[in-house]
Protein backbone atom coordinates (compact mmCIF):
# COMPACT_ATOMS: atom_id res chain seq x y z
CA UNK A 1 0.00 0.00 0.00
CA UNK A 2 2.91 2.31 0.23
CA UNK A 3 2.92 3.59 -3.20
CA UNK A 4 -0.95 4.67 -2.55
CA UNK A 5 0.25 6.92 0.07
CA UNK A 6 3.19 8.74 -1.53
CA UNK A 7 2.68 12.49 -2.34
CA UNK A 8 0.70 12.77 0.77
CA UNK A 9 3.54 14.39 2.91
CA UNK A 10 4.11 17.26 -0.14
CA UNK A 11 0.70 18.53 0.63
CA UNK A 12 1.17 21.55 2.77
CA UNK A 13 -1.40 23.83 4.64
CA UNK A 14 -3.95 21.54 5.90
CA UNK A 15 -4.44 20.21 9.46
CA UNK A 16 -2.52 16.50 9.41
CA UNK A 17 -5.16 14.86 10.60
CA UNK A 18 -7.72 15.72 8.29
CA UNK A 19 -4.64 14.86 5.50
CA UNK A 20 -5.02 11.14 6.60
CA UNK A 21 -9.04 11.15 6.85
CA UNK A 22 -8.85 12.81 3.44
CA UNK A 23 -6.40 9.97 1.92
CA UNK A 24 -8.57 7.70 3.50
CA UNK A 25 -11.54 8.85 1.62
CA UNK A 26 -9.13 8.60 -1.34
CA UNK A 27 -8.37 5.18 -0.80
CA UNK A 28 -12.75 4.38 0.06
CA UNK A 29 -13.56 6.47 -3.48
CA UNK A 30 -11.25 4.43 -5.53
CA UNK A 31 -11.99 0.59 -4.13
CA UNK A 32 -8.41 0.31 -2.59
CA UNK A 33 -10.07 0.23 0.99
CA UNK A 34 -14.07 -1.62 1.20
CA UNK A 35 -16.29 -1.92 3.94
CA UNK A 36 -14.95 -4.14 6.18
CA UNK A 37 -11.35 -4.00 5.28
CA UNK A 38 -8.79 -2.92 8.14
CA UNK A 39 -6.99 -0.18 8.00
CA UNK A 40 -2.78 -0.80 9.15
CA UNK A 41 -1.95 -0.90 12.35
CA UNK A 42 -1.35 3.10 13.57
CA UNK A 43 2.66 2.64 13.79
CA UNK A 44 2.33 1.47 10.04
CA UNK A 45 -0.01 4.22 9.21
CA UNK A 46 2.57 6.39 10.71
CA UNK A 47 5.76 5.05 8.86
CA UNK A 48 3.32 5.45 6.17
CA UNK A 49 2.36 9.04 5.91
CA UNK A 50 5.22 10.56 7.52
CA UNK A 51 3.42 11.78 10.72
CA UNK A 52 3.89 10.89 14.46
CA UNK A 53 1.17 8.59 15.86
CA UNK A 54 -0.71 11.46 17.93
CA UNK A 55 -1.90 12.63 14.60
CA UNK A 56 -2.62 9.06 13.39
CA UNK A 57 -4.33 8.42 16.34
CA UNK A 58 -6.47 11.88 15.95
CA UNK A 59 -7.69 10.89 12.80
CA UNK A 60 -8.84 7.49 13.65
CA UNK A 61 -10.18 9.25 16.44
CA UNK A 62 -12.29 11.86 14.73
CA UNK A 63 -13.28 9.00 11.62
CA UNK A 64 -14.35 6.63 14.46
CA UNK A 65 -16.53 9.68 16.33
CA UNK A 66 -18.17 9.86 13.34
CA UNK A 67 -19.30 6.16 11.98
CA UNK A 68 -16.99 5.89 9.21
CA UNK A 69 -14.60 3.31 11.30
CA UNK A 70 -14.85 1.07 14.10
CA UNK A 71 -12.26 0.11 16.60
CA UNK A 72 -12.30 -3.63 17.89
CA UNK A 73 -10.52 -5.16 20.47
CA UNK A 74 -7.81 -6.95 19.65
CA UNK A 75 -8.72 -6.37 15.86
CA UNK A 76 -7.64 -2.73 15.16
CA UNK A 77 -10.10 -0.05 12.91
CA UNK A 78 -12.41 -1.46 10.45
CA UNK A 79 -13.93 0.52 8.04
CA UNK A 80 -17.74 0.03 8.59
CA UNK A 81 -20.47 -1.45 6.69
CA UNK A 82 -21.95 1.56 4.71
CA UNK A 83 -22.11 1.61 1.15
CA UNK A 84 -19.48 3.47 -0.50
CA UNK A 85 -21.56 6.76 -1.68
CA UNK A 86 -22.60 6.79 2.68
CA UNK A 87 -18.82 6.58 3.52
CA UNK A 88 -17.66 9.40 0.82
CA UNK A 89 -20.50 11.64 1.94
CA UNK A 90 -19.92 11.39 5.63
CA UNK A 91 -15.97 12.14 5.24
CA UNK A 92 -16.63 14.96 2.64
CA UNK A 93 -18.69 16.22 5.66
CA UNK A 94 -16.15 15.93 8.64
CA UNK A 95 -13.25 17.76 6.24
CA UNK A 96 -15.59 20.68 5.11
CA UNK A 97 -16.68 20.94 9.26
CA UNK A 98 -15.27 24.36 10.28
CA UNK A 99 -13.26 25.05 13.05
CA UNK A 100 -14.26 27.79 15.68
CA UNK A 101 -13.27 29.19 18.73
CA UNK A 102 -12.83 27.17 21.86
CA UNK A 103 -14.73 29.41 23.97
CA UNK A 104 -17.69 29.16 21.16
CA UNK A 105 -17.43 25.21 20.89
CA UNK A 106 -17.55 24.91 24.70
CA UNK A 107 -20.02 27.51 25.75
CA UNK A 108 -22.72 25.90 22.46
CA UNK A 109 -22.10 22.28 24.18
CA UNK A 110 -22.95 23.08 27.79
CA UNK A 111 -26.13 24.78 25.98
CA UNK A 112 -26.67 21.61 24.02
CA UNK A 113 -25.64 18.99 26.86
CA UNK A 114 -27.93 20.83 29.42
CA UNK A 115 -30.86 20.72 27.27
CA UNK A 116 -30.51 16.89 25.90
CA UNK A 117 -29.81 15.34 29.40
CA UNK A 118 -32.83 16.92 30.48
CA UNK A 119 -34.93 15.30 27.73
CA UNK A 120 -32.63 12.16 28.33
CA UNK A 121 -34.58 11.69 31.62
CA UNK A 122 -37.72 12.33 30.57
CA UNK A 123 -37.67 10.14 27.16
CA UNK A 124 -34.88 7.76 28.21
CA UNK A 125 -35.99 3.85 27.62
CA UNK A 126 -34.49 0.63 29.41
CA UNK A 127 -32.28 -0.26 26.77
CA UNK A 128 -30.87 3.73 26.77
CA UNK A 129 -30.24 3.50 30.32
CA UNK A 130 -28.07 -0.49 29.40
CA UNK A 131 -25.62 1.34 26.93
CA UNK A 132 -25.37 4.79 29.20
CA UNK A 133 -24.57 2.34 32.22
CA UNK A 134 -22.18 0.69 29.42
CA UNK A 135 -20.74 4.24 28.63
CA UNK A 136 -19.75 4.64 31.84
CA UNK A 137 -18.53 1.43 32.36
CA UNK A 138 -16.00 2.36 29.63
CA UNK A 139 -15.03 5.39 31.07
CA UNK A 140 -14.13 4.14 34.66
CA UNK A 141 -12.35 1.22 33.04
CA UNK A 142 -9.86 3.46 30.94
CA UNK A 143 -9.98 6.44 33.71
CA UNK A 144 -5.83 5.87 33.44
CA UNK A 145 -5.30 5.30 30.15
CA UNK A 146 -4.32 8.06 27.22
CA UNK A 147 -8.35 6.70 25.52
CA UNK A 148 -9.87 8.29 29.14
CA UNK A 149 -10.80 11.89 27.53
CA UNK A 150 -12.64 10.19 24.57
CA UNK A 151 -14.65 7.12 26.57
CA UNK A 152 -15.91 10.57 28.70
CA UNK A 153 -16.85 11.84 25.42
CA UNK A 154 -18.79 8.65 24.48
CA UNK A 155 -20.60 8.91 27.90
CA UNK A 156 -21.92 11.98 26.76
CA UNK A 157 -22.72 11.66 23.20
CA UNK A 158 -24.29 8.52 24.45
CA UNK A 159 -26.75 10.88 26.84
CA UNK A 160 -27.49 12.77 23.41
CA UNK A 161 -28.66 9.73 21.90
CA UNK A 162 -31.11 9.22 24.34
CA UNK A 163 -32.55 12.57 24.27
CA UNK A 164 -34.25 11.38 20.79
CA UNK A 165 -33.39 14.69 19.90
CA UNK A 166 -31.45 13.81 16.56
CA UNK A 167 -30.67 17.30 16.23
CA UNK A 168 -28.89 17.80 19.53
CA UNK A 169 -26.80 14.32 18.92
CA UNK A 170 -25.70 15.76 15.18
CA UNK A 171 -24.78 19.22 16.99
CA UNK A 172 -22.71 17.80 19.60
CA UNK A 173 -20.59 15.33 16.51
CA UNK A 174 -20.09 18.34 15.08
CA UNK A 175 -18.72 20.52 17.92
CA UNK A 176 -17.02 17.41 20.15
CA UNK A 177 -14.39 16.23 17.64
CA UNK A 178 -12.99 19.61 17.85
CA UNK A 179 -12.92 20.05 21.35
CA UNK A 180 -11.72 16.45 21.76
CA UNK A 181 -8.65 17.69 19.64
CA UNK A 182 -8.07 20.83 21.90
CA UNK A 183 -8.27 18.60 24.58
CA UNK A 184 -5.67 16.38 23.66
CA UNK A 185 -3.31 19.64 22.28
CA UNK A 186 -3.45 21.53 25.15
CA UNK A 187 -3.99 18.58 27.56
CA UNK A 188 -6.75 19.94 28.96
CA UNK A 189 -8.88 17.72 31.76
CA UNK A 190 -6.65 16.08 33.68
CA UNK A 191 -7.41 13.13 35.62
CA UNK A 192 -10.53 14.16 38.43
CA UNK A 193 -12.10 11.20 40.02
CA UNK A 194 -15.22 13.65 40.91
CA UNK A 195 -15.75 13.05 37.22
CA UNK A 196 -16.92 9.59 38.23
CA UNK A 197 -18.76 10.28 40.89
CA UNK A 198 -20.62 13.23 38.79
CA UNK A 199 -21.51 10.59 36.08
CA UNK A 200 -22.80 8.37 38.65
CA UNK A 201 -25.07 10.57 39.73
CA UNK A 202 -26.39 11.78 36.59
CA UNK A 203 -27.46 8.29 35.68
CA UNK A 204 -29.34 8.56 38.72
CA UNK A 205 -31.15 11.52 38.16
CA UNK A 206 -31.65 9.74 34.64
CA UNK A 207 -33.37 6.60 36.01
CA UNK A 208 -35.82 8.33 38.55
CA UNK A 209 -37.20 10.63 35.33
CA UNK A 210 -35.33 14.21 37.38
CA UNK A 211 -34.32 16.36 34.01
CA UNK A 212 -34.14 19.61 36.04
CA UNK A 213 -31.44 17.90 38.42
CA UNK A 214 -29.85 16.30 35.71
CA UNK A 215 -29.54 19.10 33.63
CA UNK A 216 -28.11 21.67 36.91
CA UNK A 217 -25.61 19.15 37.57
CA UNK A 218 -24.54 18.71 34.02
CA UNK A 219 -24.02 22.53 34.40
CA UNK A 220 -21.93 22.42 37.13
CA UNK A 221 -20.37 19.46 35.48
CA UNK A 222 -18.78 21.50 32.20
CA UNK A 223 -18.45 24.80 34.30
CA UNK A 224 -14.54 23.97 35.15
CA UNK A 225 -13.96 23.96 31.32
CA UNK A 226 -16.12 26.37 30.43
CA UNK A 227 -14.34 28.98 32.97
CA UNK A 228 -11.01 27.48 30.97
CA UNK A 229 -12.68 28.72 27.76
CA UNK A 230 -13.24 31.76 29.05
CA UNK A 231 -10.00 32.78 30.59
CA UNK A 232 -8.65 32.12 27.40
CA UNK A 233 -10.49 34.81 25.94
CA UNK A 234 -8.43 37.54 28.19
Do not use: W
Amino acid sequence: MTEIFDGLKEKNGINPADRVISKVKELISSGVLKPGDKLPAERKLAQEFGFGRTQIREALHKLEFYGIIKTLPQSGSIINGLDINTLDGLIADVLNIQSYDFFSLVETRIVLEENAIRLCAERCTEQDLKKLEKAHENFVNNFNTPDRVSHDFAFHRAIAEASRNPVFKAMLLIIIPDILTIYQRDRICAPNKQVIEEHKQMLEYIKNHNGEQAAALMKQHLQGVFELAKSKLK
